[in-house]
């Protein structure tokens, strides 16, 4: 038997790791299936893509659809006619979708087009913003799922307030903190760190990628003036997300103090972010990781899918005002940022709790 677990992006590549590795380990208790992993080709850049394979120690994908680039709509299509045409030669009995990702949601539906069940990993998170692409893929993918294996309380309250049965919510934790928590022995110092004489914890990293953030080209150059200034001269470290630098192209000069490189492999961007200042982000992946490392994180958001990252993490939300972001960072700079707990059940054991859980569910 077969169950089939879908990978896209980087977030995806990073969460299926975990749960990867947990089926490795209690494979020896003829579990009576296996995966079939399939890269749908939504990240297509090496250091996005390719490198995450290795270094995160995930198997070769069984298949990969190869979409390539393309508009949302030629994404989604090109998605469900590969998942289609794979499902029809062999059927699974199960689809794994993770996160919230256009694969995500398009494997979904065409999963249960074939009357496939769907298990939805971090299932429940919600942002409110229907601005954004990826909260209109979780509430269309949660809509039809059959099981959820979900990352906190709040996410599990928003399923139940969605009309979902307790039986089919399943707080597990969070892949992404397992995987992060295995290999943050093997983080990797970045060649150019020295070559650039930075220093620990005396540079700030910069991730941007969201739409009302880099597509703007005025606003985007507010933006990063802001940021610059705010950060009083401190190198800010900023590896561009391939949509952002295809904006940056267009800015004749960014502020002296921010230093743009190439997207990171898992390992150097994580090694980045544990010798860190601060991060600044617009992601709620990343705001995640800096969480379990305790290091300072301002979110370019007014609103978030993991509120558990500020209510008990190191994160901040700062919208776009300026002044907020310049009086948090004051805050940092001063060593006065306040103190983090980890949350519930992230504690390295999520992909293991998922995999015993499908041990029960799948049964004959």
């Known amino acids: 038997m077969i169950v089939d677990i879908i990978a896209g992006t980087r977030p995806n590549f990073v ?24 890269h749908t080709g939504q990240h297509y850049d090496n250091n996005m893509s390719d490198s995450f394979f290795v270094q995160l120690g995930i198997q070769d994908p069984d298949l990969n ?11 989604i299509s090109k998605i469900m006619i590969g998942y289609e045409k794979v499902l029809s030669n062999s059927p ?6 993770v996160g919230d990702v256009t694969s ?11 009357n496939i069940p769907v298990a939805h990993v ?3 998170i919600r942002s409110g913003d229907l601005s954004m ?9 949660d809509s039809i799922t059959d099981w959820f294996f979900t990352t906190s309380e709040t996410a599990n309250n928003n399923l139940k307030s969605f009309g979902i049965k307790n039986d089919q919510i399943f707080f597990v934790g969070n892949t992404m903190v397992d995987t992060l928590l295995v290999n943050i022995k093997n983080f990797i110092q970045p060649a150019f760190f020295n070559e650039m004489s930075l220093q620990k914890d005396n540079y700030i990293v910069l991730t941007l990628h969201r739409p009302n953030n880099v597509d703007g080209l005025d606003n985007f150059i507010l933006l990063l003036e802001a940021i610059a200034h705010s950060a009083k ?10 949509r952002t630098a295809k904006n940056l192209e267009s800015i004749k000069r960014l502020p002296n103090n921010i230093i743009l490189i190439n997207p990171q492999p898992y390992l150097e961007f994580n090694w980045l972010v544990k010798h860190a200042k601060a991060v600044i982000t617009d992601s709620g992946g990343i705001s995640e990781e800096a969480t379990m490392l305790n290091i300072p994180c301002l979110t370019i958001r007014d609103n978030t899918e993991r509120p558990e990252t500020v209510e008990l993490g190191t994160n901040e939300l ?15 700079f001063q060593s006065q940022w306040k103190k983090a707990t980890v949350p519930e059940l992230w504690d390295g054991n999520a992909g293991l709790r998922i995999i015993k859980i499908l041990q029960k569910l799948l049964a004959p």
């Open 104 to 114: 995500t949601m398009a494997c979904a539906i065409t999963a249960k087009n074939f």
């Open 15 to 38: 969460k299926i790791s975990a749960i990867l590795r947990a089926f490795s380990v209690l494979q020896q208790s003829n579990l009576g299936w296996s995966f079939r992993l399939i």
């Open 122 to 124: 971090e299932g429940g």
């Open 92 to 97: 699974s009995i199960l689809c794994i979708v």
């Open 133 to 141: 692409p990826e909260e209109i893929n979780r509430i269309v993918t």
């Open 65 to 75: 659809l190869e979409v390539g680039s393309g508009t949302v709509a030629e994404q």
């Open 233 to 242: 001269g401190m190198p800010i470290i900023f590896p561009a997300h391939p």
């Open 318 to 332: 700062v919208g776009s005002n300026p002044e907020a972001l310049e009086q948090n960072l004051k805050i940092i």
